[in-house]
Nanobody, 125 residues
């Protein structure tokens, strides 16, 4: 597994912005894609966004399209999630993930083998 280090998160009012960062600390393992998932207590972990290194294609959950933007640097094995126009329903623990997903699993937890420790995002007035 790859050790993933997340930074960012925090509390913000509705309509505000936050930026999450994640870096893969171990370069010994090949990574095909990196992404973000989120989870609230009592719910399953859900897909937010991901970035495939080959081709640079990005994927987004419908709930965040147009508001969130994922970017990354393959050489440094780092990704960022810019979150704009945040809503209270975006409140969750956000997890960075890495793996070698195939197309059918790139938006599911099954496609990823390594996970960060999670960072809390709270959107509240």
């Amino acid at each position: 597994q790859v050790r993933l280090v997340e930074t960012g998160g925090g509390s913000v009012q509705p309509g505000g912005s936050l930026r999450l960062s994640c870096a893969a600390a171990d370069s010994a393992f090949e990574i095909g894609a990196m992404g973000w998932f989120r989870q609230v207590p009592g719910n399953e972990r859900e897909f937010v966004a991901s970035l495939r290194w080959n081709g640079g294609r990005s994927y987004y959950a419908d709930s965040v399209k147009g508001r969130f933007s994922i970017s990354g640097d393959r050489a440094s094995r780092a990704i960022w999630l810019q979150m704009n126009s945040l809503k209270p329903e975006d409140t969750a623990v956000y997890y960075c993930a890495s793996g070698r997903p195939i197309l059918s699993t790139i938006t599911t937890t099954r496609g990823y083998t390594s996970w960060g420790q999670g960072t809390q995002v709270t959107v509240s007035s």
